[in-house]
């Protein structure tokens, strides 16, 4: 007996006393799907790319999240970011600005030169992508990546597609297109510009391919009839836009009407703006709430002076006169003529109406489908020809950048699972990482300091390039804005806070282990986990 | 070294020699004098590498010499009484954890009435608190103790207890052999803590111990008083060799040839006892003395073999258990109860609360016990007027007063007559 | 063995007294207990202190009760209380009062003591001259010497300066001796008339 | 590189336990791999022991500021018996426990031996509950501060003797129920008007240093205990600690009502060096009593029939004197 029977015992004794029996509740480690995610049509892991950045690593943050969209710079000018509509830490103070953080991260890349690294091994599988836009780029990028040679073929002189014919460039520098598309190319993917395919089976028979995703653009303005007199200057948005990207701008003149509602419209008033245009006006027949440009874009466009005329209709053109008859929204929230007229001065008309696909190289294509104007697909992207998938524009979907580079993704992988004859399954999306399940108390606020500089910078976005976005100082702050909803970040709370050491730590990288031995089920640990990765489930006895 | 020291100043002295090392202060009479002194011979440097700590009360002086002591520091400190009761859990606390600290008590009554002089209530009162306790027969005693005691305490890690007469010895001047360094560091080796608080081999001290433990550990404590005897006998003989004059022991006998009455008895008192004997003798009665020097662990066998021949005993305390009478006598009692042939005991009560023991009282009670024994305990020098008159007028009137008071002013009373008497003869 | 009891008041120096008493005597070689009548430090109060002194190991633990000697530092006691009880016939008594003993009504107590006995000395006013404090101790330490032959007086100077180191000890030396050469011219060879003065 | 500096701020783990971000000696000791635990696995404590987390922050702590060269002493509580058991104890360094009102004492003798065995460099801390510290041992607290003795105290601060079944303590806040101040009578729980806040008391002894702290602010705690540890001298720190039990609060409430404690006003955080208050933690997210108050089953009373007592506003009026005497708001740019 080393010490005094009982007076004195050995220290650390007390493991021998396993705790863990007292439990009704056992806490578990759980990853949520963040918001920021889950609103993403790319399928970007936000969380994922900003973890990395948050430490400083961006190009780990770049490679993270290319992994999914290999056009960051492009994305972070013109994505309309539903990621940040979603972010949990708007509930805080302000959403994330994941969109300038993934701006800075492609300028960033473009800078170094980061580039994509080769398929690891060649799968002997040929796949015709058609359509250099955001769709087809992305598919090729992601079928290129799974180890398959992609030819890439565009019907006009560059890649980009409505990117470079549909945004303007102050949205979307050119060299910042022509960057990320190197990229893409320089993985192995062969771009044939100026190759219109006009017949999918005949291509694909033609080249010996063994899949095809099929992404047109939405090149083709809708016109509505709206008869016109005189020396009336009426001209399409496609048109316009398109038009944006020759040598010659086009003539306005110095008030021009903008007819229509949704981001083109808003993007065209505002270039005419820029065009030197003294007046913009968008003429839309319902209501703000019901217009579908984005609001942001609404708010930025009346910021620069563009102005709108709601519920309105224009009837007749006529020289530099148009007749508007006034609307009014009826029980369900159409609008509905009053005979209520009045006239409007303008230089020109621009119809930003909408756009159609030309659906053309489907004709000898068997079991296709069209609705709508658009190709039906499954959930798989698989048109109604087997090894012929569709997306981007052609597939019915909200018609963004995003959406398209998300289809591109998602085809690859379809394509992909096709033509190694194993279908493709997603992993089971995990539950939503609602705000109620986070502790907001850890979060910090910014100084007051520094929050309108980086008000500013969140901003600056969707303004003018020359502007510049986020440098490194206030990209990393912006990072560290991220709650890491849902997901461990080890932030070490549910280490420290267990009463009874029963949380053991495996370090960086590796999160941590619940010793059920001594865990008691307090359930501290998720009440202090500050982005709600630990559930209490009751423990079955 | 020969000096004329007052008995606290001797023990000081001797303390210091004993190079404590966290020494803790509290007043309380009579046993200031002593922490006193030793916090002089800090301040001269005379004791070197000692914390002279003066705390808030007993309760803290005990409980940082525990402190100190389960540390690894030689602790020392002294209290009495009143003092002593405020420290009670301490005391228990620091023998229930074996630390062999060391502390003087000057023996002294406990209140109410509060009364600052000697008795032996104080150390009655915690005699079951799992310490030893050696009682000085004089200042040499009193001081030569200390050594011992210290060295007893480590050996065995039970914490120790040194008590003298408050007043008769801690106030009174006497010549007394003050040993030198050289000596009491060759009989006093190093503190080694068997049990010490140290980063470098931590253990918990202190452990809640539940019915599973706790009679054994009890039982330990017991076995440890038990095995002391020899030690003590031990250390008493190892004194007698190192510094050449007796101190310690279990108990010492006095004039006991052919002794058929025995008197037993603690502390100063053996002095004035020791005196009657003689003269007793002298009348050519056979009467010794057994002086207790060891109360505990309570050395059974030692008095059994003491007492074994004697026809009467009679044991003196110096403190009451109101509800049994005197705790020594008890002890005794229980001690020769399976003798093939118990003597007579006859328990005397004296000294109370500074109450003179005088030499005549104790000629008339030794005298007393043999030849008209008597039951129970008896109250030496008991003023018996002013009990019947106390007795009588509590039948008469119940809740009249605390009886204290009362007797208070019957003494008063009879003082007064007494000196109008003797002025009356002094004209 | 020889008992000694000196009766006095909380701030006399009493218990020093007897203390002082029983170092002149350990000087000698002797054996000797000091010890006090217990009690609260309290300024003004009775105090009496005791010292034995013998030749043989002391063991006596009594307060004394039938002294050989008394010292009274203070003359108001007589009427507090019976300074006189116990001591022997054959005794000693010795007096801090510049009066003789019929003044202070003690002319009785000094009658039953054998011739020479008993002594008065103006103790305080000693003190006040030499020390400059009214502490009577050493001064009537140094008449006792004369008086009972005791000890010796070398010893008892000896004790004080030991109780008291430097100038005051020195002052206090002072004050003993005068309060000896006093009693001691008294006690001298025409001892015979001083003792019938006292007795008168 | 300078602007760049101050820019990095760690909004996401700013507050929490551990952040990755930042350099790992700058982390807090309860993030660390390589923690001392002090206090392990296995005691006996309550689930959601607010104590056992505070004993095990503090001493880490001073383990960590102490180089591992420190000593414990404890008072009798519910701390001491469910960390030591016999045979077990859950301690990993030299501890001790003598008594419940003595532990400032005994440390002041540790603290003696420490200087007197040449081994100064190993620092002492004596802890205990609010009954030990405020109450039973207050006298021996008391004496080791006007002392100064060489002495760390951390009490333990959960409003009650909870080791014996709840009772009331001078540390007890009005209308608490405890099973000596019943939910009976004209004033049910505990009588407004009483108890004391010792950490005032401490600040009155000019000790070196006095803070009070809380589980729910690891950051601040641990520098209070680092910075405790850095001055000689008798220094003492209350730390807020909620009783599931005692409070009749759920086990995961813990620290959220520590939180709620520090953001009403009740529980003024505070620094004060050698007898003047030096700091105050401001209140983050100002919140009212009765959101803090409706947690605990032992304030039940005040909120009966889904009403509000009366009482409720006595107790807001209390938080907003701390508020108003310490200056726990932050003083908007600009005011004087």
Redesign the interface.
């Known amino acids: 007996m080393k010490h005094p029977y009982a007076i004195a015992l050995d220290v650390g004794t007390s493991r021998r006393n396993l705790t863990g029996s007292w439990r009704t509740l056992r806490p578990e480690y759980v990853d949520r799907l963040p918001p920021c995610n889950n609103a993403c049509p790319a399928g970007e892991d936000i969380q994922g790319w900003l973890f990395h950045a948050e430490s400083g690593d961006y190009e780990a943050a770049w490679r993270a999240l290319t992994l999914n969209n290999p056009l960051p710079a492009i994305m972070g000018r013109v994505c309309y970011h539903p990621c940040e509509n979603a972010c949990n830490r708007a509930s805080i103070d302000v959403a994330v600005g994941i969109n300038s953080v993934e701006r800075f991260l492609g300028d960033l890349a473009i800078e170094k030169g980061w580039a994509f690294a080769p398929p690891p091994s060649e799968s002997g599988k040929k796949v015709l992508v058609v359509g250099a836009g955001p769709a087809g780029l992305s598919a090729a990028y992601h079928l290129r990546r799974l180890g398959h040679q992609v030819t890439l073929r565009e019907a006009g002189p560059l890649a980009g597609g409505m990117m470079r014919f549909g945004i303007p460039k102050y949205r979307l520098p050119r060299q910042i297109i022509d960057a990320e598309v190197k990229r893409i190319t320089a993985m192995g993917v062969e771009l044939v510009l100026d190759s219109k395919v006009d017949d999918i089976e005949q291509a694909m028979k033609d080249g010996g391919f063994d899949a095809a995703f099929l992404a047109v653009g939405a090149h083709i303005a809708k016109r509505a009839y709206v008869p016109a007199a005189g020396a009336a200057k009426v001209l399409d948005a496609v048109q316009f836009l398109r038009s944006m990207e020759g040598e010659a701008p086009p003539l306005l003149g110095r008030k021009v009407v903008v007819y229509g509602g949704g981001n083109t419209a808003i993007d065209v008033a505002r270039t005419a703006r820029r065009l030197g245009a003294e007046e913009a006006i968008i003429v839309y027949r319902r209501t703000r709430e019901k217009m579908p440009a984005h609001d942001f874009e609404v708010e930025e466009a009346l910021e620069e002076g563009v102005s709108m005329k709601w519920l309105s209709t224009i009837k007749t053109v006529d020289g530099g006169t148009l007749q508007i008859e006034k609307m009014a929204l009826d029980d369900k929230g159409f609008p509905q003529p009053t005979g209520e007229f009045e006239t409007l001065e303008a230089d020109s008309l621009v119809l930003a109406l909408g756009q159609d696909v030309d659906l053309s190289l489907l004709d000898n294509a068997p079991g296709i489908v069209i609705q709508d104007g658009v190709v039906k697909v499954g959930p798989d992207m698989m048109t109604g020809r087997a090894g012929v998938f569709a997306g981007g524009d052609m597939a019915p979907s909200e018609r963004t950048v995003t959406v398209a580079v998300g289809h591109g993704k998602k085809a690859a992988r379809y394509i992909d699972g096709y033509l190694r004859g194993e279908p493709y399954a997603a992993a089971p999306k995990h539950g939503l990482a609602s705000a109620d399940r986070l502790n907001s108390w850890y979060y910090e606020d910014a100084p007051a300091t520094v929050r309108p500089m980086l008000n500013a910078a969140r901003r600056i976005n969707s303004f003018e390039e020359v502007q510049g976005g986020l440098d490194e100082t206030n990209a990393l702050y912006e990072a560290r804005r991220c709650l890491s909803c849902g997901n461990c970040f080890e932030c070490d709370n549910c280490y420290g806070v267990c009463p009874d050491n029963a949380v053991i730590k495996l370090g960086a990288g590796n999160r941590f282990r619940i010793d059920y031995d001594y865990c008691k089920g307090c359930g501290l640990c998720a009440a202090e986990c500050p982005c709600g990765a630990i559930d209490m489930v009751p423990e079955t006895i | 070294m020969l000096e004329q020291l007052e008995g606290s100043k001797a023990m000081a002295k001797v303390i210091g020699l004993c190079r404590p090392q966290v020494v803790c202060a509290y007043p309380i009479t009579p046993q200031t004098h002593i922490v006193e002194g030793l916090g002089e011979l800090v301040r001269t440097g005379d004791v070197q590498n000692c914390e002279f700590i003066n705390v808030e009360s007993e309760f803290a002086a005990l409980s940082v010499a525990i402190g100190a002591s389960a540390a690894g520091a030689r602790a020392y400190t002294a209290t009495a009484s009143q003092g002593l009761l405020f420290m009670a859990e301490a005391v228990y606390n620091a023998a229930g954890l074996g630390l062999p600290i060391v502390m003087t008590l000057g023996n002294r009554a406990i209140g109410a009435p509060i009364n600052i002089w000697n008795d032996h209530s104080d150390a009655m009162a915690l005699r079951e608190a799992g310490w030893f306790q050696l009682f000085a027969e004089n200042n040499q005693e009193a001081a030569d103790l200390h050594i011992i005691a210290f060295r007893l305490a480590e050996e065995l890690s039970v914490p120790t207890m040194v008590c003298v007469d408050g007043f008769i010895l801690t106030h009174a001047m006497e010549r007394i052999d003050i040993p030198e360094q050289a000596q009491v560091d060759t009989y006093l080796p190093p503190y080694e803590p068997v049990q010490v608080l140290d980063p470098e081999d931590p253990i918990s001290i202190g452990a809640m111990v539940g019915p599973d433990a706790f009679t054994e550990v009890r039982y330990l404590q017991f076995y440890k008083q038990q095995t002391a005897f020899r030690l003590i006998e031990k250390l008493a003989h190892d004194f007698k060799k190192q510094f050449g004059r007796a101190a310690g022991g279990l108990l010492r006998t006095y004039s006991m040839d052919e002794a058929e009455t025995v008197v037993v008895a603690m502390g100063s008192v053996n002095g004035t006892i020791k005196d009657v004997i003689d003269e007793m003798r002298a009348d050519g009665i056979l009467i010794g003395l057994v002086c207790l020097i060891t109360f505990r662990p309570f050395p059974t066998r030692a008095l059994q073999e003491a007492l074994s021949h004697a026809k009467d005993v009679i044991v003196i305390d110096k403190a009451l258990d109101a509800g049994m009478g005197g705790p020594l006598a008890s002890n005794i009692a229980i001690a020769l109860r399976n003798l093939a042939q118990t003597p007579n005991m006859h328990s005397v009560v004296a000294g109370l609360g500074g109450r003179p023991v005088t030499k005549a009282a104790l000629h008339r009670v030794f005298r007393q016990a043999v030849i008209q024994p008597w039951d129970g305990p008896h109250f030496l020098d008991l003023n018996e007027r002013v009990i019947a008159r106390e007795i009588h007028r509590k039948g008469k009137a119940r809740r009249s007063g605390p009886s204290a008071e009362n007797v208070l002013k019957l003494l008063e009373r009879e003082r007064a007559e007494k000196i109008a008497a003797a002025e009356g003869t002094g004209r | 063995m020889f008992q000694v009891r000196i009766h006095g008041r909380g701030g006399q120096g009493v218990v020093t007294a007897a203390e002082m008493l029983s170092v002149a005597a350990f000087i000698e070689g002797r054996h000797a207990q000091a010890f006090p009548s217990f009690g609260s430090e309290r300024m003004g109060a009775p105090v009496v202190a005791f010292c034995r002194i013998s030749d043989r190991e002391i063991r006596l633990r009594e307060p004394i009760q039938t002294p050989d000697a008394l010292i009274v530092q203070d003359v108001t006691l007589f009427r507090a209380m019976d300074v006189l009880e116990g001591l022997s016939p054959s005794g000693y008594l010795l007096v801090n009062t510049g009066k003789g003993f019929a003044d202070i009504h003690q002319e009785a107590a000094a009658a039953r003591l054998p011739p020479g006995h008993a002594q008065t000395i103006g103790a305080t006013e000693l003190a006040l001259a030499h020390v400059g404090r009214p502490a009577p101790n050493t001064s009537l330490l140094g008449a006792f010497t004369a008086l009972s032959g005791l000890v010796s007086l070398e010893s008892v100077l000896e004790a004080i300066r030991r109780t008291f180191p430097g100038k005051v000890g020195e002052a206090n030396v002072i004050a003993a001796r005068a309060a000896h050469d006093l009693v001691a011219a008294r006690m001298a060879p025409d001892m015979q008339t001083r003792k019938d003065a006292a007795h008168a | 590189m300078n ?2 500096q101050k ?15 930042v350099d790992e000696a700058q ?2 000791v ?2 660390s ?1 390589s923690r001392s ?1 002090s ?7 309550c ?4 104590e ?2 505070g004993a ?1 922050y503090a001493i880490d702590a001073a383990m960590r500021a102490s180089g ?4 414990a ?2 008072a009798t509580g519910c701390l ?2 469910f ?17 419940f ?2 532990a400032a ?13 040449n081994r100064a460099g ?1 620092r002492v801390v004596a802890q205990g509950g609010d009954g030990g510290t405020t109450d039973i041992g207050f ?2 607290l ?2 080791m501060f ?2 100064n ?1 060489d002495v760390l105290y951390i009490c333990y601060d959960n409003e009650g003797y909870m080791n014996t079944g709840v009772q009331r303590s001078s540390a007890t806040p009005p209308a608490a129920r405890t099973a000596t101040t019943p939910v009976l009578g004209d004033e049910p729980g505990n009588v407004f008007g009483t108890g004391k806040f010792v950490p005032k008391i401490a600040v009155a002894h000019d000790i070196p240093y006095v803070a009070t702290a809380s589980v729910a602010d ?1 950051h601040d705690l641990e520098m209070k205990v680092t910075k405790a540890m850095g001055f000689r001298g008798a220094r003492y720190i209350q730390i807020n600690v909620p009783c ?1 039990l005692g409070w009749g609060a ?7 009502l520590a ?1 709620l404690a520090i953001e009403t006003g009740l529980f003024p955080i505070f620094e004060a060096e050698n007898g003047r208050f030096t700091h105050v933690r401001k209140i983050r ?1 100002r919140k009212s009593v009765a959101e803090y108050l409706k947690l605990q089953r032992r304030f039940a009373h005040l909120f009966k029939g889904g009403k509000e007592d009366p009482r409720v506003a006595r107790i807001q009026a209390i938080a907003d004197r701390h508020i108003a005497d310490f200056g726990l708001l932050e003083t908007p ?1 600009g005011a004087a």
């Not at chain 4, 689930?47 to 607010?50: A, D, E, F, L, P």
């Not at chain 4, 591992?68 to 000593?71: P, T, V, Y």
């Not at chain 4, 030591?84 to 003598?98: D, K, L």
């Not at chain 4, 004492?105 to 065995?117: F, K, N, Q």
């Open positions: 602007e760049i820019l990095k701020f760690y909004q996401k783990g700013t507050l929490t336990v551990g952040n990755r971000l982390r807090n309860q993030a791999l635990n206090l392990t696995c296995g005691h006996r404590a689930q959601g022991c607010g056992a987390l095990r591992n060269n420190l000593i002493v404890n001491e018996v960390t030591t058991p016999y045979p077990e104890t859950s301690w990993q360094m030299p501890w001790m426990h003598s008594l009102g003595n004492a005994v440390a002041t003798g540790v603290a003696a031996a420490m200087r007197v065995t190993t006298g021996c008391s004496g006007e002392r003795d690891l599931p759920a086990s995961h409430d813990t620290i959220r939180r997210q740019a």
